[in-house]
């Protein structure tokens, strides 16, 4: 089945509600789609939404390079064929995991239909439903037990709390959470990159007794070797994100002693669901447990990340929220949750229908 049309395209989506993290404040998204059409008028859709503090790649950049000459010589080329042109891209614009993924995304979608099944069918689900995390930014103590006690009231069991800009009142606010949602949710912590290794070592301390579930990219990018200076016990719970782009970094980090016990994939840091693979089977026989995380991004990636997470058996966590506060997306479909659990179908591809509002 020949590819017979590749049309990119750029939205820019507002946020319910503008959060703050250690390093900026977001008040909306702007999301680069692709879709991919094959003969029998099947669509594939693919979305990136990279961060170009953290990859260097911006989405209006991302676009032009889903414009180039290059992407339209997949004319004419067959589907079944997908994962050669995933290496022809990845080949074609190394580094640039945002451009990557909207490809990648876009051609297991249309082949999944193609085929007539999943893609976590496609590779085998490995994982059941897993819960998501609702993430809290940056905020004063009271503002974040309100949000708390939204997410609450919404079915969901599991917090991630943005931190890493003034770190007693971070211990204040997840001491506060703990003490009023104690049994009732779980606690994960992401500093952004936002402490010093002192910060990190009065922080760890004083919330020792809580049970924090993970650590997110506590220190810069590049200082994990100070890490090294932590009880394997605390680095355990300890998550690579900014730390970790692609295999490469993987492996690098996988070496003994790992500063880190756990592994951030987002697609939009990798470059797509075959790069994900790739670091997860690094991650598996190192004895490292897999975190699926986001940036702000639509249903159309938010999916695939579910599906290449539920195919992986080293998943453990999920922190896929990133479609809840768009005001609008391109699609629905594509998952389902429920008391904050994550569930995907078995319609072919990635199960998507485009918006009809």
């Known amino acids: 089945m020949k590819i017979t049309a590749i049309r990119p395209f750029l939205k820019q989506l507002a946020l319910t509600t503008p959060y703050t993290i250690a390093y900026e404040t977001c008040t909306d998204a702007t999301l680069v789609f692709l879709e991919i059409e094959l003969q029998n008028g099947m669509i594939g859709l693919g979305s990136a939404s990279p961060s170009e503090e953290v990859v260097g790649e911006n989405p209006h950049q991302t676009l032009l390079h889903l414009q180039s000459d290059f992407l339209?010589?997949?004319?004419?080329?067959?589907?079944?064929?997908?994962?050669?042109?995933i290496f022809e891209t990845c080949q074609h614009f190394p580094n640039l995991p945002g451009t990557q993924a909207a490809v990648d995304i876009a051609l297991h979608d249309a082949f999944g239909q193609f085929l007539g099944v999943s893609v976590a069918d496609f590779y085998g689900r490995k994982m059941p439903d897993l819960p998501t995390s609702v993430t809290i930014g940056i905020m004063n103590v009271a503002e974040t037990l309100e949000s708390a006690r939204n997410y609450h009231a919404l079915g969901f069991r599991a917090l991630k709390v943005k931190t890493g800009l003034q770190v007693e009142e971070d211990i204040e606010r997840v001491l506060r959470l703990h003490e009023l949602y104690k049994g009732k949710m779980t606690l994960r912590v992401d500093a952004n990159q936002g402490y010093h290794l002192?910060?990190?070592r009065r922080f760890i301390a004083t919330t020792a007794h809580i049970g924090l579930e993970l650590i997110e990219q506590p220190l810069p990018a590049g200082k994990e070797q100070e890490l090294l200076i932590l009880e394997k016990s605390q680095r355990s719970i300890l998550v690579a994100d900014e730390s970790l782009h692609g295999p490469e970094a993987?492996?690098?980090?996988?070496?003994?002693?790992?500063?880190?016990?756990?592994?951030?994939?987002?697609?939009?840091?990798?470059?797509g669901i075959m790069s994900a693979f790739e670091i997860a089977n690094i991650a598996r026989n190192a004895g490292i447990s897999l975190f699926w995380g986001c940036n702000d991004e639509s249903i159309v990636s938010i999916t695939a990340a579910l599906h290449a997470a539920y195919a992986c058996p080293n998943t453990r966590y999920l922190d896929l929220d990133g479609s809840f506060d768009l005001v609008e997306d391109l699609v629905e479909g594509g998952f389902m949750v429920k008391d904050g659990m994550m569930q995907i179908s078995s319609?072919?591809?990635?199960g998507l229908r485009r918006n009809s509002r």
């Open 72 to 85: 339209q010589q997949f004319v004419g080329r067959d589907i079944r064929h997908f994962q050669q042109l």
């Open 198 to 200: 002192q910060d990190l």
């Open 250 to 271: 993987a492996l690098t980090l996988c070496q003994a002693p790992s500063p880190f016990g756990i592994f951030n994939i987002k697609l939009m840091k990798c470059g």
């Open 347 to 350: 319609e072919p591809g990635l």
